[in-house]
């Protein structure tokens, strides 16, 4: 069974870096069948798709927040993390980890989401 668990903080201050990790169980992030991605959800919108890591480390990010966002990973923990700089209040949100299945780019798994708020 593959789980997918954030961890970071929920609360961040205007112009800092909000930073999160997401821990995979159950499957290797360098699985060739696999992409990792995080997408978040900001209040009362729709989901915003946030940038991508491959198997193989290569990374693709959203036109919109390329500028601020670097996903990376360590696969010695079997780990992979978000990095969005100079955050503003229009960065709050709830934030998701997602298994990205490459032969039908589904999401088949999703991490359980954490709200991140960015307030002073």
């Known amino acids: 069974q593959v789980q997918l668990q954030e961890s970071g903080p929920g609360l961040v201050k205007p112009s800092q870096t909000l930073s999160h990790t997401c821990t995979v169980s159950?499957?290797?992030?360098?699985?060739?069948?696999?992409?990792w991605s995080w997408i978040r959800q900001p209040p009362g919108k729709g989901l915003e798709w946030m940038g991508v890591i491959f198997y193989d480390g290569r990374t693709y990010y959203s036109p919109s927040l390329k500028s601020r966002t670097s996903i990376s990973r360590d696969t010695s923990k079997n780990q992979f993390s978000l990095q969005l700089n100079s955050v503003t209040p229009e960065d709050t949100a709830v934030y998701y980890c997602?298994?990205?299945?490459?032969?039908?780019?589904?999401?088949?798994?999703w991490g359980q989401g954490t709200q991140v708020t960015v307030s002073s």
């Open positions: 159950g499957g290797s992030i360098t699985s060739s069948y696999y992409a």
């Open positions: 997602a298994r990205y299945a490459l032969w039908t780019w589904y999401v088949d798994y």
